[in-house]
């Protein structure tokens, strides 16, 4: 019988707060995955981010991103950061999705904005070996390696999409609509739980 060796897995993982899950995160994560070939997305919501303060519940950035995802059959979601006790560090997501994943290659992707912030993480040198990092350009923020290992990050051009959370929170606090910034039924969630009425 002849052996055939079996393909390792390969999978992404999009870190965020998705404090809401928008058309960039989506654009960047559907463009990495198809351009790497990989066989599963993993979007993973942060619990408490260590850089960022008032952000809004788990419960309701896990919902939104599972409703964001549900119609792309290679993404999924996972809950190991919104359940882990503490601030989130990105060597822990790493650990525990190697842990879920055992034996598939782990592409980690990020936004310009976000892997410039990279040498700033925790126990960044114990991050390196866990994936390989795919930074993705983002409108306003160059993107550029220049303090970052080469041969573990590869940067990937994106279709440009000038949209923020940041932004979409704005726009719904000041009665403005986001349809088509983030997908119709994170609209509708976001209506329903009046969530971003005011902005703290
Ligand atoms: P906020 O405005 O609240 O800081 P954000 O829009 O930057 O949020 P995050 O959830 O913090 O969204 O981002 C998660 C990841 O997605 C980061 O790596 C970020 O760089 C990337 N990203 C966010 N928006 C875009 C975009 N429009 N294009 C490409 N990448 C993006």
New binding site residues.
């Given amino acids: 019988m002849v052996e055939v060796a079996q393909r390792r897995a390969r999978v992404g993982v ?6 809401p ?2 058309n ?2 989506l ?2 994560a559907s463009e990495v995955q198809q351009k790497f070939d990989l066989d599963e997305v993993i979007f993973v919501p ?1 619990g408490m981010p260590w850089m ?1 303060s008032g952000v809004t519940e788990g419960e309701h950035r896990y919902l939104m991103t599972v409703i964001a995802t549900a119609a792309n059959p290679r993404f999924t979601v996972s809950r190991v950061d919104i359940d882990r006790k503490g601030p989130t560090y990105t060597i822990d997501t790493l650990r525990d999705i190697h842990t879920a994943r055992p034996n598939a290659d782990i592409f980690f ?7 410039a912030q990279i040498v700033e993480w925790k126990d960044v040198e114990q991050v390196w070996p866990l994936a390989h990092f795919v930074a ?4 306003g ?1 160059p993107l550029t390696i220049s303090g970052l290992p080469e041969q573990g990050v590869s940067l990937l051009e ?1 279709p ?10 704005s726009r719904v606090s000041r009665g403005f609509p986001v349809w088509y910034l983030v997908p119709d039924g994170v609209v509708q969630y976001i209506s329903k739980h009046h969530l971003y009425r005011s902005i703290q």
């Fill in positions: 999009m870190g965020g707060t998705f404090d899950i928008h960039g995160h654009v960047a942060t960022k992707i990020s936004g310009a904005d976000a892997i993705v350009t983002r409108p923020h994106v440009a999409l000038a949209i923020s959370s940041t932004d979409c929170r």
